[in-house]
Each structure stands twice: as C-alpha cells, then as structure tokens.
C-alpha cells in the first residue's frame, strides 16, 4: 500500500512547483507594467506628482469609467498643463536676495504702507518682490476638488443658452480652468453658479453673450474696489480672501471677474499688458471672448504688446527656445501666455538689422517701452544672423532694442520709433544741435486704468533742480538747472535724439519727448 504513495507525491509536487512558477510568472508581468495606462503627457505629469498621484488618478478612473468622453479629455487637459501652476506666495528682497517682512495690509492707506516702503528701502537699499513659497497643484489637488470643477465647469457649458457657440477647444482653455493666475485654490465654482442660478430667467436675451457677460461683471464690481495698497500685497487673493477683504489690484478684480464668468459658462480671459508704452505701470483686465475665441476691451493707455493668460503650455514661448544659460526677462519668461496684439489695435512688424555686439549664447533680442523710468522688455524675436524680426507691434511707440544679460538689459541698437501710420524712424543723433527748447512740463496728463482717474501733467516748479539727459547707448547729461519761474530752458541739445528731464531727488516717472517743430513730442 505505502509503495505505490511515491510517484503521485512526486507529481503532485512538481504540479504545485509548476503552478506556483506560473503564478509567480503572472505577477511580474503585472508589476512590470502601469495597471492603466494614460497619455504621455499626461503620464509625465502624474511623474511629477510624487505621492499625490493617487488623488489625480482617482479623478482620472472617475472620468474613465463614467464614460463621457469629452470629460475624460477635459481632466487630460487639465493635468497635462499642471507641470507650471500652482500657488506663490511673494515677499519682498533687497538687492542681495534677503527677505525683508513688510505687511501692505497693517497700514490704514496706501500712502502709510507707501511711507512704510520708502523707510525700509533707506535701510536696505531697493526692494522688489520675489517668490517666497511655491506650492504645485500636482502636489495638492485632491481628486475631490478636481472632479467638482470638472463636473460644474460642464453643467454650465452643456445648460445655458448663451454658452450653445462656444466650442469644446474653447471651453477647455477658457471655462474649464479651476485657477486665473496664482492665487491660492478657492471653492468658488459651486457659489458662483449658484450665486446667478436664476439669470437665464432675469435678462432680456438669454441667447446674447455680452449681455450676459455685462450682467455678471455688474454684480461683481460691486462686490470688490480697486485700492492701491495691493500695489504692495503681491502675493495674488484667493477668492475667500476677496470675498472678505471687499478690495485688490487690477489683477484681483480680473480674477473675481473671471470665476464669476467662467462659473456661468462664459469663456473668458485675464489680458494685459506688461508696461503701458507711454506711462508708468501696467494693466491687466478681463475680457469674455466670441464664437471665433476672440476678444478685446477698451485700451485706457498706449500699449505695445497685450497678452491672454493661458491654461495650456505655449510651446512657442521663449522658455523653451532659448540657450542653455540664456536669462529670459521676468515678464516673459512664463509658459502660460499667447499674443493677441492684433485683436485689439492696428500694429506693425518692426525688422532689425545690422544688430550691435550679440552676445554669445543668445538667441533673443527684445524690444523695451519707457516705464516707470527705466526700459522694461515687453516683446522678443529670435536672432537671424546679424537681425530679428518682431511682429505685431503696437503703433505710435518709441522702442528700445536691447539684449537682456545678467539682470540687466543691454541696449542692442538705436532707439526707434514706429510712428502711428506704420513708419519706422531711428534716432540715432546727428552732429547738428537744438539751440533752445522750452518746458513747461515734464510729464502730460494720463489716464490711471486702475483707478479710472486722470493724472494730471507734471508742472516745472519754481525754485526746483532738473537735469536734462539725451540717449545715446545710455542716458547722457546735458546739466542742472533751478529754475526760477514755471518754464524750464535748455540750450544746445543734439538733434535727432531722445530726451528727458527729470527732477533731481524726484520719482522718476517724467516721460521721453523727441523735438518735432521745435516743440516737445511726448511719448
């Protein structure tokens, strides 16, 4: 009996060992390979998600086995722009890079926060904000918040009447998005639908966009105002925090606009211009966009260039053209911006050639308007050779070529101006002289976008000091002069230039004249 037991335990052994091969076998197949796979982009993503991977992925198999496949290639698109948004949180820095602690927000006005600024900088030289803190949205969303906009951002689109012309593309970039710029995340989706549930039945024409648009910005403005102590806030407003605080720059109302828009089924976008061309400052404004995606708004100031905020990467931006260890300037180094230029006033392409000392490694040039005393990049073009082409470039505007080097801009070239019909003329001097110009005033009146206030002109002050500079690769000194009366003379200025006269120990914000007729021409 016990005899014939040994071949069958042998069997049995070698079909258990067998099996268990096998199944061992299956396993590292399994755990050789993703157990579900995404898009390459998208997958790259979720790469740089680290443990916040499963929050995303959840919403992602949510999308996936709902089986809606337009909201499927919503979260697609959402997670595969993620790489670059995110929440900053801004400070201030000397020159070196050191933190100072400065709180706009304790001081009762702007001008007590200002004369706050102003002591700090006489004990550590000139401040400008920075980033403090930076927290990726790849590494905070939760799948819950994710699916919300996803599902709300929706609802809108598919129900209202005015939303029927906007296409899915569209949608995507301008409705969808559950952030504007980098403020922190807010829950304002779900009150803003429900704040205007009821405005398809309260407007004339629930088929006409910009009247609904117009409707909801009504509201909205009455909910924020404009304070000039967010100047000096530069961490961007959550909605929570404008909800409460009631007030914020141009950019915080932008952003309150916007959710209240996009909540609605609205697409609509954050412009703005990153220097106005012929005063000190910037802009930024909403604007809701037509079938076709285009839009504009009514331009307060002269602008070279206007900007959309965009949700997806612009692969087309200098970020990723430039050198190795090429500097990009801050205004344009983002990846999340298109031009529309042309959507708003007449422009010209602007062709240089003959370009002075490139410097090695570089591949940009850039043109700069006048802003706020010093030159400030605001459109780049690729080198070609010895020149650059820029395109779409606001009309009636000095310019100044220039290369951007170690922080700092490198004039490139002559100043040019392209004058209002499209002409291009260089002011690159001449031996022949001005024997007097006359002022009476050292910046013209200007309208404030932010504030909607006219400033009014700069007056000459009797008793005050000016010195008077020309540009030549650099601002060039002519001299002081008090003045004893309202009217400013300076004698024997070279012609074919640019000018400026500033008042000694003043802001600096005098604008630049050329001299047309005999008479200044203020730009």
Partial sequence: MYGNSQPHILKNAVII????LLGFCILLVRCSRPA???PERVEQALQQAGQNRTELEQALKHFRELGDEQKLQAAYFLIENMSDQGFIEASFYTETKEEVPFHALDYGSFEEALLAMDQLEQTHGTLDYGRKEYIPDLEVMTARYFIENIELAFAAWRTHPWSRGISFQDFCEYILP?????????AWRPFMADYFKDLAQTVADPNDMK???AEIEREVNN???FDEVYYLHPTDQSFEEMMEHKKGRCEDISTLQIYALRANGLAVASDYTPAWANRDNNHAWTV???ERGHGQAPLSNVAAKIYRKTYSVQHSNPVFLKGEDEQIPSWLRGEHYRDVTEQYIPTSDIALTSLEKIPSGSHFVYLCVFNGGEWVPVASAQLEGQGARFQHMGRGIVYLPAYYIEDAIVPAGPVVILDENGAIRRLSGGEQTHDRISLSITRPDAHDADSQQLRTATTVKPGHTYEFFYWENDW?????????????????????RLYWVIEVDGTKIE?????????PRWW
């Fill in 17 to 20: 060992v067998i099996l268990t």
């Fill in 211 to 213: 009247a609904v648009a």
């Fill in 178 to 186: 559950y952030r504007c710029s980098n403020e922190p995340l807010g």
């Fill in 223 to 225: 909910w924020i105002t």
């Fill in 511 to 519: 604008r630049i004249f050329t001299i047309e007729d005999d008479r």
């Fill in 288 to 290: 809701y966009l037509d």
């Fill in 476 to 496: 060039q000194s002519l001299g002081h002069k008090t003045t004893t009366n309202d009217t400013l003379s300076f004698e024997h200025i070279p012609q074919n």
């Fill in 36 to 38: 579900v796979s995404w």
